[in-house]
């Protein structure tokens, strides 16, 4: 798995920072679409490669590793002119190469490997140090949260220096990085900015609950979010007070971390759950839902030595886990999905491995499984691994974030290893928050107290109001013997036995409110239908106004002082009233979305787009197989009157063009023409699930029983993926369901695949090879060679091809890819998945370019 993504990464995105894995090249900052913050973690450095250095050596890859640091050293520059995170920065590139070069250390010792090696990681690791040093030029000594990595902060000219806030974690978490470079290097300038910001959160934090909230003023050191919990936010400066004890040996961090600790035992944990609360009144709930950072805290439980809570909080996320494959970014108190997306994080895989190592229990190896079995079905695709945009219906984000490589297959690995795979004994190492390793022999190296700011008197380290708090019962909790923890065996089955059933159970949903005695205006809300004349006339009488969004909604707005008369501006208040209790209904009752999954040859399956799905016809939540067939456009597109193409329609998925008339009123018609399925394509150019709210086909306000067929939407970016599928290919065929089914080669895949007359293929046989899977035969009947299909790849070879059977090829493989297909006749029907998105570029390019141009 790891070898999948790195070499895929190392063949289709060098030097670039990341993999984009679903169109096979990198993600260089500034020629893709802006996502935001997200993409203030790409400087233009090699990020990916950089992240990963240390997880070669532990995967026992030491010639790639050499190669790397080659690579490196003579590729990678530190001074562009780019404005990145500090924290994100801080985290995978500085410690990426400290991580590189404790391994860099660590083979040359050895003997055999890196005898070549002269501390140049290193060198540049103080270097990015530098550049990173502006950030902290504050009062309060909390780094900006951006810095410009050749100008450092210098104002508005600079993109940098305007900002007043910055997240806890992201102020929080500095300390190992920098302190390893002080002890590194031997100057202790990075760890004394690291400590002076670690000292005014502790002094910021609120003195009764002893908590800290999500965001603070950089300058005031007013808290801007006061929030307060163990995910998103605040995470990994909880992390780095434990860890930097550990690291240092400095009590003072295993102190505040303590003092925390119990504060987030007695407010925050609710075993299972991890809730947010507020600072002031830590009592009262800040949310009603979770966020997936916080699946690291049970590891840290773990290295706390507080093993029970880990157990029970570990359960709840693996159970949420097995429920939607993937721990959602987001998901409720009662374990529905909050926000759908997963960028593959490992935080999961981590503490299981952790759990793991502390108790001893097959079981956790069992859950490490599945986080590997759904990996594999789920996320992998041929370029990489890419993200999941909807957990729910499996569908993919052209995104392999660094950490991927550099956390998730470090800890599975390490899961799985048995002594003698490991190359190196990991006890003399802590893992960053990012899992770089850093050498605990670092505790013993000379290191010097903070120096004096020019700025702000440094605070004392500890003052006599923190003394006083502490007791012997902050340290109960600290690395006890795990022997004593569990004499009977089944003690952990114990704790995790009554959490399994929870997260199957639904919380009722309160019925929506209704004021008694309210009257009936002329027009209800549930009949009203927006191309009405006669509704929009009752509208304009009540004062209440109707507007069209650019994406295909509907906005109601009321004045009454433009009704007719005063009875009626107030039956416009009524119908408003009643309009906002529906929509908050229809909220609640949200069908989730659907998938439209690409079946046949070249894609497999690995080709998933997100659909909205209709209020009626078929539930496709409700069928195990779904409906699966062939794609054929409808005539006319519109599907607003009798199919005229009903011949080719019948049996096959219809493919629509929205607009013109009602969804239902095309459904009928394609109904009638005997189609099994039908796909409305969005007529709003460029319009795409990555930024527009997912969109439910309604009713035409009568009944809908008679439509038997399932409908799905899709955006115009995904529908055009299809229409460019089926332009290329003639034969297209999908699987509609509720979320997409396993990727790869099956046998019910295979076999209308050789006798489909398009590939010349009679018959198909299956040639078992043991452990290596089952390789599938075509024989031929026409000029073609027999075709094998193995594991879901597909090889060729070919004479001729007849222009009846295919059209040419028109994709060109990418700049810098090697490409395996023939150079001459190739037939399109053999295309790989890279070479047809390849070919899709330029067009996905170009709405990528008009959503840019929206925003």
């Not at 010097?448 to 605070?459: F, I, L």
């Not at 199957?504 to 309210?518: I, T």
């Not at 239902?664 to 109904?671: G, P, V, W």
């Not at 799905?712 to 979320?739: M, T």
Request: aromatic share 8%; net charge negative.
């Amino acid at each position: 798995m790891f070898d999948h993504a790195y070499q895929n990464y190392m063949d289709h995105a060098y030097p670039a920072d990341e993999l984009m894995p679903l169109t096979c090249r990198g993600r260089v900052r500034g020629l893709e679409p802006s996502r935001g913050d997200i993409d203030d973690a790409l400087g233009k450095f090699s990020l990916t490669l950089i992240d990963t250095l240390d997880t070669l050596v532990l995967l026992n890859k030491t010639t790639e590793f050499e190669d790397a640091v080659r690579r490196v050293l003579s590729d990678v520059r530190l001074d562009n002119d780019i404005v990145v995170s500090v924290f994100e920065t801080n985290i995978r590139v500085l410690g990426g190469l400290l991580g590189g070069h404790s391994m860099a250390v660590m083979l040359k010792e050895g003997g055999q490997h890196m005898q070549w090696y002269q501390d140049e990681l290193l060198h540049m690791a103080k270097d990015l140090g530098l550049r990173l040093l502006p950030a902290f030029n504050t009062s309060s000594g909390l780094p900006y949260p951006r810095v410009n990595l050749k100008h450092g902060v210098r104002g508005p000219e600079t993109r940098t220096g305007t900002e007043t806030d910055t997240c806890t974690a992201c102020a929080g978490t500095i300390i190992l990085e920098f302190a390893a470079l002080s002890r590194f290097t031997g100057d202790p300038v990075f760890e004394a900015h690291a400590r002076r910001a670690l000292d005014f959160l502790w002094e910021k934090r609120q003195r009764n609950s002893n908590l800290v909230g999500t965001t603070i003023n950089i300058h005031s050191g007013e808290w801007v979010r006061r929030d307060s919990g163990v995910g998103a936010g605040i995470d990994s400066y909880y992390e780095y007070l434990l860890k930097a004890y550990v690291l240092l040996g400095d009590d003072l961090f295993l102190e505040r971390f303590n003092i925390h600790y119990a504060s987030i035992m007695k407010y925050i944990s609710q075993p299972p759950l991890l809730l947010d609360v507020h600072i002031h009144k830590p009592l009262l709930p800040a949310r009603t839902w979770m966020d997936s950072l916080l699946a690291f805290f049970p590891g840290l439980q773990v290295l706390k030595g507080d093993i029970r809570p880990a157990i029970e909080t570990h359960e709840m996320l693996y159970q949420v886990t097995k429920k939607h494959n993937f721990l959602p970014e987001a998901f409720t108190t009662d374990f529905r999905v909050h926000w759908a997306q997963h960028p593959l994080r490992p935080e999961f895989a981590e503490s299981t491995y952790f759990l793991y190592k502390a108790t001893g229990d097959p079981y956790y190896l069992e859950a490490g499984r599945t986080i590997m079995d759904n990996l594999n079905r789920f996320a992998r695709v041929p370029c990489g691994f890419a993200a999941m945009k909807d957990v729910r219906t499996g569908s993919h984000e052209d995104r392999m974030d660094s950490f991927f490589l550099a956390e998730m297959f470090k800890y599975l690995f390490l899961l799985f290893a048995e002594p003698d795979d490991i190359p190196f004994d990991v006890e003399d190492y802590v893992f960053t928050t990012e899992a770089h390793l850093l050498p605990l022999s670092l505790s013993m190296a000379p290191h010097s107290s903070p120096a004096p700011s020019n700025r702000t008197k440094v605070m004392k380290p500890w003052t006599p109001f923190d003394l006083n708090e502490l007791d012997d019962s902050n340290f109960d909790w600290t690395c006890p013997n795990t022997h004593l923890l569990f004499p009977d065996p089944a003690f952990p089955r114990i704790l995790r036995e009554p959490i399994r059933s929870a997260v199957d159970k639904s919380c009722p949903r309160p019925a929506p409110y209704r004021e008694p005695g309210m009257g009936r205006p002329p027009l209800r809300a549930q009949d009203f239908m927006a191309n009405n004349p006669e509704h929009l006339e009752l509208l304009r009488r009540m004062g209440v106004s109707l507007i069209h969004l650019k994406d295909g909604r509907v906005q109601l707005v009321q004045h009454a002082t433009q009704a007719v008369s005063a009875v009626a501006a107030e039956d416009g208040v009524r119908f408003m009233q009643e309009m906002m209790e529906l929509s908050s209904q229809q909220q609640k009752e949200q069908l989730p979305p659907r998938a439209i999954q690409i079946v046949s040859h070249p894609f497999f399956g690995r080709v998933v787009l997100t659909a909205g799905p209709a209020q009626f016809g078929t539930d496709l939540s409700k069928s195990s197989t779904g409906v699966r067939g062939f794609v054929t456009v409808a005539e006319p597109y519109s599907g607003c009157s009798e199919i005229a193409n009903a011949e080719y329609i019948q049996g096959h998925i219809a493919l629509l063009q929205r607009g013109q008339c009602m969804f239902a009123e095309k459904a009928r018609h394609i109904q009638k023409a005997g189609a099994i399925g039908g796909i409305v394509i969005d007529d709003n150019e460029g319009s795409s699930s990555d930024t527009a709210p997912l969109f439910q086909m309604a009713g035409d306000g009568r009944s809908t029983d008679d439509v038997t067929l399932p409908l799905l939407f899709l955006f115009h970016k995904e529908g055009n993926i299809l229409l460019e599928a089926l332009k290329e290919y003639r034969e297209v065929e999908v699987l509609l369901s509720d979320k997409a089914r396993d990727r790869g080669v099956t046998l019910s895949l295979m076999v209308p695949l050789c006798s489909s007359p398009l590939n010349g293929y009679q018959e198909a046989s299956i040639d078992y090879r043991g452990g290596r899977g089952a390789v599938f035969v075509c024989k031929a009947v026409s000029s073609h060679a027999p075709a094998s299909f193995s594991g879901g790849d597909v090889q060729e070879t070919e004479e001729d091809s007849s222009p009846a059977e295919a059209e040419p090829a028109a994709a060109q493989p990418q700049e810098g890819r090697d490409s395996e297909k023939p150079e001459e006749d190739t037939d399109s029907s053999s295309q790989s998945v890279d070479e047809l998105l390849a070919d899709w570029q330029e067009d996905l390019e170009a709405f990528k370019q008009m959503e840019k141009d929206e925003l």
